[in-house]
C-alpha cells in the first residue's frame, strides 16, 4: 500500500514538473526592450488628425503618429488631443512616466495605434515632448 502511494506521489511530481517548468520559462522577464529607445533625429511620417477620422470605418486600425497638444484631461490616462486640423481621444499606456510636466500649451508627438469605432482613438505606446 505505501509502495502504491509512493508511486502516485512520483507521478504526481514527475507530472507537475513537466507542467510547470515550460510554464515558468514562459512567464519570465520578457521586458527587455521595454525600456530601450532609439534616439533618431531623422524625419518621421506623420498623420494628421482630420486624415485619421476622414479615412475610418468602423473596424479601422493602423498604427499612426501625430504631432500636437494634448488639450485635456478625461480621466487619469486618457485625453483630448489636437494637431490642429480636428480633435481626437488618446489614451494613454500605464506604463509612460514623462520626467517632465506637460500642459495644454506642450508639443508632444504621440506614437500608437488609431482605432476607429463609436469613438475613434489613439491608443499611446509612446510620447515625445518635442
Known sequence: MTKLISVKNTVIAIASAMILVPT???????????????SYSGPIDTVTVAELLDSTS??????????????????ADTFIFSDGTKEIQVELDDDIHLPQVIDATTKVRLFGEYEGGN?????VDRVQVL
Do not use: S
Open 24 to 38: 515558468l520559462a514562459f512567464a519570465g522577464d520578457h521586458n527587455e526592450q521595454k525600456g530601450a529607445v532609439i
Open 58 to 75: 468602423m473596424f479601422t486600425e493602423r498604427n499612426a503618429v501625430v504631432e500636437g497638444k494634448l488639450i485635456k484631461q478625461i480621466n
Open 119 to 123: 469613438t475613434p482613438e489613439i491608443e
